[in-house]
């Protein structure tokens, strides 16, 4: 069995690289912005915000009225993307396990590592509470990551209403099993669904988010 002091130093080594992964902010230190190209609306809208790092995501709050209740189990992941590494954001980040229970009135969050509880986030219209285990990284938000299941979960006609109470530039699209949140014609988030697995693409911060769900 392991000592007490190797089971810190696992834990310390598994939190140190988790630095801003959901950080609110943008742009944020890994975000390897470049000059913002040229070129008409249609052509901008395919290109990812951080080449503008213009506009930051919108602080998206789930109206919890507006959505099914329901349970996910599964894993969670977070991935920078290339350009974000080259700007020294961290390349191996762990899996959790996720725990997602979206209530009528709520919202309660539970990552896991090895049956070690290491973050629970209790989301209410006003308030939002969380636990957190004393290595987890400061910088990570519970709010940003409230938002990014926002994005992922809630029907798309409330999403607008949300989105555009907050951004008026602001526009969500919907293709099929993707849906796209712009602003001034760049993307800023891109979620797409496959059978069990959810995939947000978070360009002004950086990363990948995936959410793949257990099987019933």
């Given amino acids: 069995m392991m000592s007490s002091r190797l089971v810190v130093l696992s834990i310390v080594a ?19 912005c470049q000059t913002a190209p040229q070129g008409t609306e249609a052509t901008k809208v395919e290109n990812p915000a951080p080449l503008a790092c213009t506009y930051s995501v919108p602080k998206l ?7 099914p209740k329901s349970t996910t189990v599964g894993t969670l992941k977070i991935q920078y993307s290339t350009e974000a590494m080259q700007a020294g954001a961290p390349q191996n980040l762990p899996t959790f396990d996720i725990n997602l229970q979206i209530k009528g009135d709520s919202i309660d969050l539970g990552l896991f590592t090895q049956q070690v509880s290491i973050w629970r986030i209790h989301a209410a219209p006003n308030t939002t509470q969380e636990s957190r285990h004393p290595l987890l990284d400061t910088h990570l938000s519970a709010k940003a990551l409230i ?11 409330t999403l607008t209403t949300l989105v555009t109470t907050l951004c008026r530039d602001c526009k969500v699209t919907v293709r099929g099993e993707q849906r796209l949140l712009t602003r001034g014609g760049y993307t800023l988030l891109e979620m797409t669904e496959d059978d069990k697995t959810m995939t947000l693409r978070n360009f002004p911060e950086g990363y990948t988010l995936t959410i793949q769900k257990a099987s019933s």
């Fill in 61 to 67: 709050r789930p109206n919890f009225h507006r959505i």
């Fill in 147 to 157: 938002r990014d299941i926002t994005f992922m979960y809630w029907p798309a006609n």
């Fill in 14 to 32: 598994l939190f140190m690289p988790l630095t801003g992964c959901v950080e609110t902010k943008a742009p944020s230190i890994y975000t390897a």
